[in-house]
Nanobody, 114 residues
Framework: VQLQASGGGLVQPGGSLRLPCAASGSISSISAMGWYRQAPGKQRELVAIIIRGGRTTYADSVKGRSTISRDAAKNTVYLEMNSLKPEDTAVYYC?????????WGQGTQVTVSS
């Protein structure tokens, strides 16, 4: 499984962004896809995940201002975040679980600053 993430950058506080993650390779058994993030000096943490069947889970810190969705035809998962805060600044990593094995995409930097 290969994961191609994109969409990071510099965003002003209160702004929005959308992070796409496209999966390729042996993807027929992917059971879940999601986004994690890691801020400097902190552990990597879950942001949002969507499992086969469509159920979603969000971190409390982003709940209510984030939406994770998927386009099955494009094998792509999208994370949309609104009302961004400086504390959302981190490297964001796409994740997929295939046959109980996790796969990671390259990180994409998101910086929330004025």
């Amino acid at each position: 499984v290969q994961l191609q993430a994109s969409g990071g950058g510099l965003v002003q506080p209160g702004g929005s962004l959308r992070l796409p993650c496209a999966a390729s390779g042996s993807i027929s058994s992917i059971s879940a896809m999601g986004w994690y993030r890691q801020a400097p000096g902190k552990q990597r943490e879950l942001v949002a995940i969507i499992i086969r069947g469509g159920r979603t889970t969000y971190a409390d810190s982003v709940k209510g201002r984030s939406t994770i969705s998927r386009d099955a035809a494009k094998n792509t998962v999208y994370l949309e975040m609104n009302s961004l805060k400086p504390e959302d600044t981190a490297v964001y990593y796409c994740n997929a679980v295939n046959l109980l094995r996790p796969y990671w995409g390259q990180g994409t930097q998101v910086t929330v600053s004025s």
